[in-house]
């Protein structure tokens, strides 16, 4: 079990990989409260089984070490995206791809600091 954001700022993408790397074996899940689809994609890529938001209870923990494949059946929703949500996802997906540097996001995104941090102070999923 991995978590997105682990001590020192340090990303689990970055652990997974590391993980996988050293047994491609071993089932990885993440479990993070900063889910979006951009890190969900990026850390299957990475070797990880499976991507969990909080709050996951130990049935959807357990189901997910157990999964050995993608389920095709899984029904497609119909659900409009609203802009909040693709800001959301383009800020996660730009964060993925800076390691979690905030002042580098912030940056690429061509917004302050200070704005940047506010956004994902307001939306964080726990």
């Given at each position: 079990?991995?978590?997105?954001?682990?001590?020192?700022?340090?990303s689990?993408?970055?652990?997974?990989?590391?993980?996988?790397?050293?047994?491609?074996?071993?089932?990885?899940?993440?479990?993070?409260g900063?889910?979006?689809?951009?890190?969900?994609?990026?850390?299957?890529?990475?070797?990880?089984?499976?991507?969990?938001a909080?709050?996951?209870?130990?049935?959807?923990?357990?189901?997910?070490?157990?999964?050995?494949?993608?389920?095709?059946?899984?029904?497609l929703?119909?659900?409009?995206?609203?802009?909040?949500?693709?800001?959301?996802?383009?800020?996660?997906?730009?964060?993925?791809?800076?390691?979690?540097?905030?002042?580098?996001?912030?940056?690429r995104?061509?917004?302050?600091?200070?704005?940047?941090?506010?956004?994902?102070?307001?939306?964080?999923?726990?």
């Amino acid at each position: 079990m991995v978590d997105l954001k682990l001590a020192g700022g340090s990303s689990g993408l970055t652990c997974v990989q590391t993980l996988h790397a050293h047994d491609a074996a071993m089932r990885i899940v993440v479990l993070t409260g900063f889910a979006s689809i951009a890190t969900a994609v990026e850390a299957i890529k990475l070797g990880a089984r499976h991507y969990l938001a909080k709050p996951a209870n130990t049935d959807d923990i357990e189901a997910a070490f157990e999964r050995t494949a993608g389920e095709p059946q899984t029904p497609l929703t119909e659900r409009p995206t609203s802009i909040k949500t693709l800001e959301w996802e383009r800020i996660h997906e730009t964060l993925a791809e800076t390691d979690f540097n905030i002042s580098e996001t912030a940056r690429r995104l061509g917004m302050h600091r200070r704005t940047l941090a506010r956004k994902l102070g307001k939306r964080q999923l726990s």
